[in-house]
């Protein structure tokens, strides 16, 4: 059984609650705070029962571009919540123990990044996680730990799956409402189509051969990066940077989607037009068009005509990743006309930090479920099981 907090005696305690505040980022700070806003119910009912909220939580991948500290995320933090909030540039050093020690009861603090610290980024079973550096060394500043962190829950790292061995843990409201929904989508209406878009080409391979294999899907549409590694890997000559920006993911990937579409190539639906910028214009190409020098940016208009038509009799679709480069106007086409013919189904999910950005940039509503989770939530719906998920069950 799942202990929430509704079984946690918050009054005075030190409670590490592990987020997923890891949000898209502009040049001044965050572009999007959305994550930061699912947040609100678990912590400020934490605050409001005087526990003292020590926030553990990710931003990025070690040398990525959105790797960075969460000092913009605790200051936007101290807006959204009616406690206060204070930032503290390291996670379990003495400085950041002696922080958790000197916390008033109904007050936040928010711990450094934790993948600054190169265990964070392995992936371990619960009982090695539970003797990291980490864990081993912040869990005694701790009187309990609460899980709130669904859309990382997918992760086996220290902080997401370390801290059950050593304190008396409970899942948060976030945590609780997307194992509510996600848990029954096998009863969801028939026939269901999985949209997979975005960059994570790998997680968006194994989903697609996962949910054909067990039958939940009716149909797979792919687009996004993840549109583009299958056309690769059904012989189209996309150009070599739209090769790149593929390959540099994972060229593995796309000898994957091949296998995949040798046999299940009947219910995974490729792109039949893609859009490139050619001076400072939307050219949309047909496959017939390509190779092109520039890379491809987003589906065409024959795509998500072609889309729509097998949305239009979905029960239920399951969304994740954008269809293009929504974040530039020119290529945000695909990802608006596809989301909205989705969100129309009987039943309707959708998930992913940079989708969830997309549904608020472009104003598109009507979902069933939006999750906070996009791997996450696929894997989920597909294995029905995260490593964060079950060192909570006891
Ligand atoms: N054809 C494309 N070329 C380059 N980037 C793309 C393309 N299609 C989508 N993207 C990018 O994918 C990113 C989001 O993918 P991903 O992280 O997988 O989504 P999510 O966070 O929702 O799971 C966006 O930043 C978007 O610009
Ligand atoms: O944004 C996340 O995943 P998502 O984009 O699949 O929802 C989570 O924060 C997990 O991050 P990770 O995929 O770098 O482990």
């Not at 999985?194 to 949910?211: E, N, P």
Request: with cysteine.
């Amino acid at each position: 059984m799942i202990r929430t907090l509704d079984d946690l005696d918050a009054e005075g305690a030190a409670v590490g609650v592990r987020v997923d505040i890891n949000s898209p980022l502009a040049a001044d700070g965050l572009a999007d705070d959305a994550r930061l806003r699912a947040h609100v119910d678990t912590l400020s009912e934490l605050a409001d029962r005087n526990a003292r909220v020590v926030l553990l939580a990710h931003q990025g991948r070690p040398g990525g571009d959105e790797f960075s500290t969460l000092a913009a995320h605790a200051a936007r933090l101290d807006e959204l919540l009616d406690a206060s909030v204070g930032y503290c540039d390291a996670t379990f050093s003495s400085d950041a123990r002696d922080r958790v020690d000197a916390l008033d009861a109904g007050s936040v603090l928010v711990l450094e990044n934790t993948r600054f610290y190169s265990e964070e980024y392995m992936e371990w079973d619960a009982e090695e996680a539970a003797d990291t550096h980490l864990v081993a060394k912040l869990a005694p500043a701790l009187d309990a730990f609460v899980n709130d962190a669904f859309a990382a829950a997918h992760r086996s790292q220290p902080s997401l799956v370390g801290f059950p061995g050593r304190l008396p843990s409970y899942a948060g409201r976030v945590m609780e409402r997307e194992l509510d929904v996600l848990g029954n989508i096998d009863e969801s209406p028939e026939p269901r189509v999985y949209v997979l878009g975005g960059a994570k080409v790998t997680d968006s391979v194994d989903v697609a051969r996962s949910v054909l294999e067990r039958g939940l899907a009716d149909a797979v549409l792919t687009a996004g990066i993840v549109g583009n590694a299958f056309l690769l890997a059904d012989g189209v000559r996309l150009g070599a940077a739209s090769a790149e920006v593929v390959n540099d993911r994972s060229a593995e990937a796309v000898k994957r989607a091949g296998d995949l579409l040798d046999e299940y190539g009947h219910r995974i639906y490729l792109p039949r037009d893609v859009a490139v910028g050619r001076d400072g214009e939307r050219v949309e190409l047909d496959l017939a068009d390509l190779p092109s020098p520039e890379p491809a940016m987003d589906v065409g208009s024959r795509t998500v005509a072609a889309y729509a038509d097998v949305l239009e009799d979905a029960g239920t679709a399951v969304l994740n990743g954008p269809a293009g480069v929504f974040e530039d106007e020119l290529f945000a086409y695909g990802t608006r006309e596809l989301y909205e013919s989705a969100a129309r189904a009987e039943y309707s999910i959708v998930g992913g930090g940079d989708t969830a950005a997309a549904l608020r940039r472009l104003g598109i509503e009507g979902f069933s479920h939006v999750s906070t989770g996009g791997g996450a939530a696929l894997r989920m719906l597909t294995d029905g099981d995260l490593p964060a998920v079950t060192v909570l069950d006891d």
